[in-house]
């Protein structure tokens, strides 16, 4: 069946730009997450849902940052006024359960790069 | 704050070789240990999801124990193929309703033929 989508793979913007990522999770799956990937790095939590509702957002760098998931399914996460060191991968994941136990499927990702 | 440390940071072994690294996350209020393999320009694939202590679990392989009163997983491949070259990435949560995953920074397998 069809795995987590992200759109746009590949993104550049000027610094100052507002940008949105948007993730499609595994039809069904309850939990949805957002994570941050450097170059040779693991991902690093950014926020995540479950349903509609935002559980945990604390890995947020900022007030730039926001995420949105309004109908339980699809999800936006929107970076406002990009820094250059707001380039990196963006993934996107999602569980069947909101709990620790459960494998998370991960998208191809988004690669930003402000300039 | 929750520190999840992975070693050795990279390893090279020849094909056929069997391997392992090690995965060390704090045992306190542990709940959930993953392993992920991620091969680059890539998502990471899930390999497996832990829960109890002694836990042991294969696929194929590659399989892996869990340690949680001394805070450590050990992942082992046997029988090393190139394929097997990727970046192994060990993430714990903590608690059922905090499951935000902290990955370590991952051990980089290369398999040379």
Redesign the interface.
Do not use: D
């Given at each position: 069946g069809a795995g987590v989508s992200q759109s746009p793979r590949y993104k550049v913007t000027k610094r100052g730009q507002d940008v949105a990522l948007r993730c499609d999770p595994i039809s069904g799956h309850v939990s949805l997450y957002w994570y941050r990937q450097a170059l040779g790095q693991g991902p690093e939590f950014l926020t995540y849902f479950n349903y509609e509702a935002q559980q945990d957002k604390s890995g947020l760098p900022n007030d730039r940052f926001s995420a949105e998931r309004p109908e339980g399914s699809i999800s936006t996460l929107t970076i406002q006024r990009t820094e250059q060191r707001d380039s990196a991968m963006y993934r996107c994941a999602s569980s069947l359960e909101g709990t620790g136990h459960c494998e998370q499927y991960f998208g191809p990702g988004t690669r930003l790069t402000v300039t | 704050i929750l520190n999840v440390e992975q070693s050795p940071q990279s390893l090279h072994v020849q094909e056929g070789d069997s391997t392992n690294f090690t995965c060390s996350f704090p045992s306190s209020n542990f709940?959930?240990l993953?392993w992920y393999r991620w091969e680059t320009a890539?998502?990471?694939?899930?390999l497996f999801?832990m829960?109890l202590n002694g836990d042991e679990k294969k696929k194929g392989r590659i399989s892996a124990t869990l340690n949680t009163k001394e805070g450590y997983s050990y992942l082992y491949i046997k029988g090393s193929q190139p394929e097997d070259s990727a970046t192994y990435?060990c993430?714990s949560?903590?608690?059922?309703?905090?499951?935000?995953?902290?990955?370590?920074?991952?051990t980089r397998l290369s398999v040379i033929a």
């Open positions: - | 709940y959930a993953h890539k998502s990471p694939e899930a999801v829960t990435l993430a949560t903590r608690g059922p309703g905090n499951t935000p995953l902290v990955f370590g920074k991952g």
